[in-house]
């Protein structure tokens, strides 16, 4: 297939269509600038070529957007291939981000597009001082977190210079999400994180003694069973031969409980924590997100304000909502916060707790007191040395009515816990 050039005109044609109950746009701004000339200077970073992303790039292309970047970590695997559509068969273990951003050269080579293969973590700050705005198109809470926090803290630095607007899509199924976060000026991604459900995890006891579910099946085979026959082997979630072995060992159990629907697809879900995409709600949310892209850039209509869900599963539903900065956020309210605990209690039931709390949801934290180390997650070095301090109770470590200094991966800065022990006076 020949070449396609994306249309330059485009953008004027449909902001001049008449309709009725929509208001004229003067195509011109006071700098003589068209809305296509907005869109040719702009400088977008899409994070994320996944379902999603590659809806996203698709849609910025076709809507005259010609300098884009786009961030992705990962490689492309064949069960990809029914929802990802910028890539083939012949692409499977390639970098997704460098295939995505070929196949947009060749269709529309007056596109400047650059492919990062690493992690937005790796990008340098005056990479991201050059972006107009970010759309991520992420599955990763953790991911999105830290992008919010970071360009959070870069408008903080830097004032308008730093200001980026993000524009997030999520999707889960047949529903989906959008978002229009201006960073300092309305609510953080942080301060609606209590809307996500935490990942879906299955009791211990359960898996070991009681399973009701293929998954439950599924787990103990992954979580209990590899590691005692592979202590010195990682599950990976790619290989087919390791999902085989799980699924093989999944089936006998459940086989033994009277338990039916094990399966490659189910057991890899499982295993590797895939959230179900259908590709109809990507093409949505991506078509949403960019729609907000040409407003921000353009200025052409009102941006969203400042949330949306899309509920598919119930019909084309859509609702529009504002959500307001909460005072509790770790970002852009007090960026601190407290928690009780029993005095008895070890430092490693403290991070499990940090990992649960609603508000804090962490992933890996590590804690200082003071001067004093008292948990590193890495190095491996660091760990090992401050490894006894887990077993330790809190009332050997601290004072009830300390403040702790905990940095995490989702978060790019540090955050002050106060500990106070629910059984002791402070």
């Known amino acids: 297939m020949a070449p396609v050039a994306s249309c330059t005109t485009g953008i004027e044609r449909f902001l001049t269509l008449k309709a009725p109950h929509v208001e004229d746009f003067e195509l011109v701004t006071e700098e003589g600038e068209t809305p296509q000339q907005m869109l040719d200077k702009a400088n977008v970073l899409v994070i994320g070529a996944g379902g999603l992303g590659c809806e996203i790039l698709k849609d910025l292309v076709m809507s005259g957007f010609k300098n884009i970047h786009v961030i992705d970590m990962d490689t492309i695997d064949v069960s990809n291939l029914n929802r990802q559509f910028l890539f083939r068969k012949k692409d499977v273990g390639k970098p997704k981000a460098e295939v995505a951003a070929e196949f947009i050269r060749q269709r529309s080579p007056d596109v400047n597009i650059t492919a990062h293969y690493k992690r937005i973590q790796d990008m340098p700050e005056e990479f991201y001082l050059s972006l107009s705005l970010i759309v991520c198109g992420l599955d990763s809470i953790e991911a999105r977190r830290w992008i919010n926090a970071f360009i959070y ?200 707790a940090l990992k649960e709390h609603s508000v804090f949801q962490l992933k890996a934290p590590s804690l200082t007191y003071g001067e004093t180390s008292l948990y590193f997650q890495k190095p491996k070095m660091l760990e090992e040395q401050t490894r006894p301090n887990l077993s330790k109770s809190l009332n050997d470590l601290f004072d009830s009515g300390s403040t702790l200094t905990v940095t995490d991966p989702t978060l790019p800065t540090s955050l002050r816990v106060t500990v106070n022990f629910s059984d002791k006076a402070s």
């Open 153 to 352: 803290n870069l408008a903080e630095r830097h004032g308008y210079e730093g200001f980026k607007p993000i524009i997030d899509g999520g999707t889960e199924g047949l529903r989906g999400n959008m978002r229009v976060i201006l960073p300092k000026h309305n609510a953080c991604f942080d301060c609606g994180l209590d809307m996500y459900p935490p990942k879906t995890t299955y009791p211990i006891c359960t898996i070991a003694n009681t399973p009701r579910l293929p998954e439950h099946c599924i787990e103990w085979a992954s979580v209990l069973e590899w590691p005692r026959i592979f202590p010195d082997k990682k599950l990976d979630g790619d290989d087919v031969d390791h999902i085989n072995w799980v699924v093989e060992q999944a089936s006998q159990r459940a086989a033994s409980f009277n338990i039916s629907g094990i399966t490659f697809s189910l057991a890899q879900g499982v295993v590797k924590n895939i959230i179900p995409a259908i590709a109809s709600t990507n093409a949505i949310i991506a078509a949403a997100c960019v729609n907000e892209a040409v407003k921000l850039i353009t200025s052409c209509n009102k941006y969203l304000d400042n949330s949306m869900l899309y509920t598919g599963d119930a019909g084309v539903y859509f609702f529009a909502y504002p959500l307001f900065q909460s005072e509790t956020c770790l970002v852009c309210g007090q960026k601190e916060g407290s928690m009780d605990a029993l005095s008895t209690s070890t430092l490693e039931d403290l991070i499990t």
